[in-house]
């Protein structure tokens, strides 16, 4: 009989297993969600350009690689070297794509003050054409990489195996994390974001420069994107023109699960919705990993409609 | 929008005169058929308190957000220190040196007292965006700046030790001294404002007196030269306004020029040099506290009598 076959016992042998691998998935949309939520945050605005942003620094991180010549598993000096330079090319693209993306499309209906819808069809629009760009660009085929890391067991705690990529991959984002809240709550630019987000008429009567603010937090977003963007060049191994899509679509749920412009629930969002598709995939297959993801956002919703921390910028502080 | 951004830069044809520091050049005001300001024309001198009165509905607030850049006149113009005002973005208006308060308190809801302030303390301040992030842009500190080593928990302690050190080692950022320099003048403010006691409490959850001083506080922080307060004692009982008062004078006394919106008559004769009254958008008297409280036409404007009945 066909059905649904749920393996329990593939779960729950494995738990501490599926657990680290769910933290390490989920921190790479909690990277991604981020960026949601800074802009969401401020302006009240979904920005569903945000996963080309993020699939700019993947094939940033194609081109780096293949400039310097990376190769399977090569010394790990070299490794670090990858991963830096990586990094610092993602970043810096996908920062800069988010800031003209603010600068192009969206600053100019800012001053017109356009309905909100505006700004959606043309989030949606502008996400289609910087994809389908790539596609043309770099074809529509899945792009390989090379396995800069080899993926080996770090430590075994019972019968979880913890690796290499997973401790890279949850530490990275857990110190981006951790940055992004000190800059956010304990720095001059961070005080000017909150004050905007909380009420923007009032910061600009009292000296700060909104558009800063704005390109600002695009800024952080597209930084944090392209870190995001290595993470998962690292984890997967590939990348594609349409690889924003259902991962900007996951990053946005995270983001919303967590509470929509609340930071620290983006990671809490991220990190669950990882642990939440790695059990569903786990106990039946992987074929339900996305249904498993959007039925807790529903189930999320229906009890806390602002998310599991509730939502606005203003509110997240220390 | 791109002839205002020209305009910015225009230099300014009038010098500016030495008493003058803003002034109301035959402001017209028209959203759609309305006329909420009707060519009006006066001027808040250096070192005074200016009082704006006016009964409700007379236009008052239209005039301070025209004069604040938030609407931009239909005709006339308004300048501040001989430099035209709108067209202007809000925050290089405040950079200018004009910082107000708001009738409807409009606070930073989710900021401590503290931060509040700061957020008007920081438009003095230059750190870059890669300054604050990266905190490489460091100085050598002075004595006094040095972390203070301090507490008898050992562990506590160890940390300031190790703070100390690196801060021997690799200075300060200057990021880090900014910050400190401007909650030092944010706590200074508050306490000048009388609200110290509670700075590092939510601005929502203050009382409503404390939250009047800590706009005003908010405003001050932004080292603005003038100083337009919308109707600060609204709400207040007599005793609150009679502090209020004194602190209005205080700031004068500091060397601030204060532009007062109020429409209770007996603060504003208490308090300000001259006074400016609008009726239907409209000025009708200019003058001393004494001149404009017995000019017949605001007294009709204040009664209700017709000002030609007789």
Avoid at chain 2, 156 to 165: E, G, H, I, Y
Avoid at chain 2, 199 to 224: D, F, H, K, S, V
Wanted: hydrophobic content about 50%; proline content about 4%.
């Amino acid at each position: 009989m066909k059905g649904i076959f749920v393996d329990f016992d593939a779960l729950f042998g494995h738990l501490g297993q599926h657990t680290v691998d769910g933290l390490s998935k989920g921190s790479i949309y909690a990277l991604v969600a981020l960026g949601y939520t800074l802009v969401y945050g401020v302006l009240r605005l979904i920005n569903f350009a945000h996963s080309e942003v993020f699939m700019i620094g993947t094939f940033t991180v194609v081109g780096t690689w293949s400039v310097l010549g990376a190769t399977d598993s090569p010394a790990i000096g070299t490794v670090i070297l990858l991963l830096l330079a990586g990094l610092v090319a993602a970043a810096a693209v996908s920062g800069a794509t988010a800031v003209a993306v603010e600068r192009v499309a969206y600053r100019r209906l800012r001053r017109m003050n356009a309905p909100p819808l505006i700004f959606l069809i043309t989030a949606i629009g502008l996400s289609l054409v910087l994809s389908e760009a790539f596609g043309i660009w770099q074809g529509r085929l899945v792009k390989g990489m090379p396995t800069v890391i080899e993926r080996s067991v770090l430590f075994t705690i019972g019968n979880t195996e913890v690796t290499n990529v997973q401790v890279i991959t949850v530490l990275a984002a857990l110190i981006m994390m951790f940055g992004l809240d000190v800059f956010i709550n304990r720095t001059r630019y961070g005080r000017g974001v909150r004050a905007v987000a909380q009420d923007p008429d009032t910061a600009a009567l009292m000296g700060v420069n909104k558009d800063r603010v704005i390109a600002l937090i695009f800024l952080l977003g597209g930084l944090l994107a392209g870190a995001a963007a290595l993470l998962y060049c690292v984890r997967y191994g590939n990348t594609r023109f349409n690889v924003g899509f259902v991962l900007g679509l996951k990053a946005f749920t995270a983001a919303v699960l967590g509470g929509i412009g609340n930071l620290r629930g983006a990671l809490l969002g991220g990190l669950l919705l990882g642990v939440v598709e790695v059990y569903a995939a786990t106990l039946t297959s992987s074929a339900w990993e996305d249904v498993a993801a959007f039925v807790v956002l529903v189930v999320v919703l229906l009890f806390r409609p602002t998310g599991l921390l509730g939502e606005s910028l203003g509110r997240a502080r220390a | 929008m791109s002839d205002t951004e020209d305009l910015v830069s225009l230099p300014e044809s009038e010098a500016p005169t030495r008493t003058d520091l803003l002034v109301v050049d035959h402001v017209t005001l028209r959203f759609g058929g309305v006329v909420a300001l009707d060519d009006v024309s006066f001027e808040v001198r250096r070192g005074e308190i200016l009082g704006l009165i006016g009964p409700n509905g007379a236009g008052k607030t239209t005039c301070f957000n025209a004069m604040t850049g938030v609407y931009r006149p239909t005709s006339g113009e308004v300048r501040f220190d001989g430099d035209r005002v709108s067209g202007r973005k809000p925050h290089q208006i405040n950079r200018l040196g004009i910082a107000r308060t708001f009738q409807n308190i409009r606070l930073f809801p989710e900021m401590t007292a503290l931060e509040n302030v700061m957020v008007g303390t920081d438009s003095q301040h230059f750190t870059s965006v890669p300054g604050a992030l990266f905190r490489l842009y460091r100085k050598r500190p002075k004595p006094e700046e040095l972390p203070v080593v301090d507490s008898h928990n050992g562990l506590v302690r160890a940390w300031q030790q190790t703070r100390l050190v690196f801060a021997k080692v690799f200075g300060i950022s200057r990021h880090t001294l900014e910050e400190r320099a401007g909650e030092q003048k944010a706590l200074a403010l508050l306490r000048f404002v009388g609200i110290a006691d509670r700075a590092n409490e939510l601005a929502r959850n203050l009382p409503y007196g404390y939250q009047r001083r800590l706009e005003i506080a908010r405003a001050l922080a932004t080292e603005p030269k003038l100083l337009c307060l919308d109707e600060p004692a609204a709400g207040f009982n007599p005793a609150e306004k009679e502090q209020l008062l004194k602190l209005i004078r205080d700031i004068r006394d500091k060397g601030y020029t204060v532009l007062l919106i109020e429409h209770d008559m007996r603060l504003v004769m208490g308090v300000t040099d001259r006074i400016v009254v609008l009726e239907f958008g409209k000025k009708i008297a200019e003058g001393t506290p004494a001149e404009v409280r017995d000019n017949p036409k605001v007294i009709a404007a204040y009664l209700g009598v017709p000002a030609d009945a007789s």
